[in-house]
Protein backbone atom coordinates (compact mmCIF):
# COMPACT_ATOMS: atom_id res chain seq x y z
CA UNK A 1 0.00 0.00 0.00
CA UNK A 2 1.73 3.40 -1.00
CA UNK A 3 1.55 6.57 1.35
CA UNK A 4 2.11 9.99 0.24
CA UNK A 5 3.59 12.23 2.92
CA UNK A 6 3.43 16.40 1.65
CA UNK A 7 5.62 18.77 3.55
CA UNK A 8 6.55 22.16 2.89
CA UNK A 9 3.40 23.97 3.47
CA UNK A 10 3.16 27.61 5.14
CA UNK A 11 2.42 31.21 4.79
CA UNK A 12 3.98 33.37 2.69
CA UNK A 13 3.89 37.04 1.01
CA UNK A 14 2.56 37.56 -2.72
CA UNK A 15 5.42 36.87 -4.42
CA UNK A 16 7.65 34.74 -2.69
CA UNK A 17 8.37 31.06 -3.30
CA UNK A 18 7.78 27.73 -1.54
CA UNK A 19 8.74 24.42 -2.17
CA UNK A 20 6.23 21.43 -1.35
CA UNK A 21 7.79 17.80 -0.87
CA UNK A 22 6.06 14.46 -1.52
CA UNK A 23 8.05 11.44 -0.38
CA UNK A 24 6.60 7.88 -1.41
CA UNK A 25 6.32 5.08 1.19
CA UNK A 26 5.64 1.25 0.44
CA UNK A 27 6.10 0.95 -3.33
CA UNK A 28 9.42 2.19 -4.38
CA UNK A 29 8.66 1.63 -7.85
CA UNK A 30 9.40 4.52 -10.14
CA UNK A 31 6.34 3.64 -12.66
CA UNK A 32 3.54 5.86 -10.86
CA UNK A 33 3.19 9.43 -12.29
CA UNK A 34 2.87 11.68 -9.61
CA UNK A 35 1.70 14.95 -8.95
CA UNK A 36 -0.12 17.67 -6.98
CA UNK A 37 -3.96 18.67 -6.85
CA UNK A 38 -4.84 21.50 -4.86
CA UNK A 39 -8.20 22.89 -3.28
CA UNK A 40 -9.18 25.80 -2.29
CA UNK A 41 -12.31 26.96 -0.19
CA UNK A 42 -15.49 26.48 -2.28
CA UNK A 43 -13.89 25.22 -5.66
CA UNK A 44 -13.48 22.19 -7.10
CA UNK A 45 -10.64 20.26 -6.80
CA UNK A 46 -7.71 20.97 -9.59
CA UNK A 47 -4.75 19.81 -11.04
CA UNK A 48 -1.57 21.97 -10.94
CA UNK A 49 1.23 19.83 -12.11
CA UNK A 50 2.32 16.20 -12.33
CA UNK A 51 5.62 14.32 -13.30
CA UNK A 52 5.71 10.86 -15.55
CA UNK A 53 7.06 7.65 -13.42
CA UNK A 54 7.96 6.23 -17.28
CA UNK A 55 9.99 9.57 -18.51
CA UNK A 56 9.87 12.27 -16.54
CA UNK A 57 7.76 14.35 -18.84
CA UNK A 58 6.15 17.08 -16.69
CA UNK A 59 2.76 18.41 -17.32
CA UNK A 60 1.50 21.71 -15.56
CA UNK A 61 -2.17 23.48 -15.19
CA UNK A 62 -2.80 26.81 -17.48
CA UNK A 63 -2.86 28.99 -13.95
CA UNK A 64 0.54 27.70 -12.79
CA UNK A 65 2.91 27.69 -16.17
CA UNK A 66 5.91 29.33 -15.83
CA UNK A 67 5.89 29.84 -12.43
CA UNK A 68 5.37 26.14 -10.76
CA UNK A 69 8.35 23.66 -11.40
CA UNK A 70 7.95 19.96 -10.42
CA UNK A 71 10.63 17.45 -10.03
CA UNK A 72 11.71 14.57 -8.69
CA UNK A 73 14.21 12.36 -6.80
CA UNK A 74 14.06 8.63 -7.61
CA UNK A 75 16.54 7.49 -4.59
CA UNK A 76 14.90 9.57 -1.68
CA UNK A 77 11.48 8.37 -3.54
CA UNK A 78 10.25 12.03 -3.42
CA UNK A 79 8.51 14.47 -5.46
CA UNK A 80 9.08 18.14 -5.46
CA UNK A 81 7.17 21.51 -6.57
CA UNK A 82 9.17 24.74 -6.40
CA UNK A 83 6.16 27.46 -6.66
CA UNK A 84 7.63 31.32 -7.54
CA UNK A 85 6.02 34.54 -7.88
CA UNK A 86 3.18 33.36 -5.55
CA UNK A 87 -0.31 34.65 -6.03
CA UNK A 88 -3.32 35.06 -3.67
CA UNK A 89 -5.50 32.76 -5.84
CA UNK A 90 -2.56 29.68 -5.28
CA UNK A 91 -3.45 29.88 -1.35
CA UNK A 92 -5.32 26.46 -1.25
CA UNK A 93 -4.84 22.69 0.36
CA UNK A 94 -2.11 21.57 -1.95
CA UNK A 95 -2.62 17.52 -2.06
CA UNK A 96 0.01 15.15 -3.62
CA UNK A 97 -1.60 12.00 -5.69
CA UNK A 98 -0.35 9.01 -7.52
CA UNK A 99 -1.07 6.75 -10.26
CA UNK A 100 0.30 3.65 -12.28
CA UNK A 101 1.57 5.49 -15.17
CA UNK A 102 -0.16 4.32 -18.04
CA UNK A 103 1.05 7.22 -20.06
CA UNK A 104 -1.43 9.86 -18.64
CA UNK A 105 0.09 12.72 -20.25
CA UNK A 106 -1.30 16.12 -19.19
CA UNK A 107 -4.67 14.05 -18.96
CA UNK A 108 -3.19 13.41 -15.28
CA UNK A 109 -4.33 16.53 -14.18
CA UNK A 110 -8.04 15.92 -15.22
CA UNK A 111 -8.35 12.54 -13.04
CA UNK A 112 -8.85 13.51 -9.66
CA UNK A 113 -11.74 11.23 -8.88
CA UNK A 114 -9.98 8.69 -9.71
CA UNK A 115 -6.76 8.60 -8.22
CA UNK A 116 -6.44 5.93 -6.23
CA UNK A 117 -3.18 7.13 -3.77
CA UNK A 118 -3.79 10.56 -1.98
CA UNK A 119 -1.51 12.11 0.58
CA UNK A 120 -3.46 14.40 3.82
CA UNK A 121 -2.83 17.82 2.52
CA UNK A 122 -0.79 20.80 3.10
CA UNK A 123 -1.93 24.54 3.27
CA UNK A 124 -0.45 26.72 1.49
CA UNK A 125 -1.47 30.46 2.28
CA UNK A 126 -0.69 34.15 0.00
CA UNK A 127 -1.22 36.77 1.70
CA UNK A 128 -1.67 40.34 0.18
Known amino acids: QMKLVESGGGLVQVGDSLTLACTRA????????MGWFRQAPGKEREGVSC????????YYGDSVKGRFTISKDNAKNTVYLQMNNLKPEDTAVYYC?????????????????????WGNGTLVTVSS
Open 97 to 117: AAEFDSGWGSSWLTRYRSMPY
Open 26 to 33: GVTSDTYA
Open 51 to 58: ISGSDGST
